[in-house]
């Protein structure tokens, strides 16, 4: 009998992060499909170049909450 999505999350909170995460990924890629090599190159550009932002202090990160405060106001809600 396949497992409920509740029994994953129930079953998966107790790994490593890092086992969730492949996981993930491993779901998406056999969901969607894999990203081209193009793809691929762009979004690890856009990674550095932001890390290198967040490291040089020209960027600072938002707080998932602030962030979502934010765009409530946005939209009115």
């Given at each position: 009998m396949p497992m409920t999505a509740d029994q994953i999350v129930e079953e998966t909170s107790r790994w490593p992060a890092?086992?969730?995460?492949?996981?993930?990924d491993?779901?998406?890629l056999a969901k969607h499909g894999g990203?081209?090599?193009a793809r691929?190159?762009?979004w690890t550009?856009?990674?550095?170049?932001r890390?290198?932002?967040?490291d040089s202090g020209k960027s600072e990160l938002i707080p998932g909450?602030?962030?979502s405060a934010?765009?409530?106001?946005?939209?009115g809600r």
């Open positions: 890092e086992d969730v995460a492949d996981l993930l491993r779901i998406a990203m081209s090599a691929t190159e762009a550009e856009v990674a550095l170049r890390s290198a932002e967040l909450d602030v962030a934010r765009i409530r106001k946005i939209v």
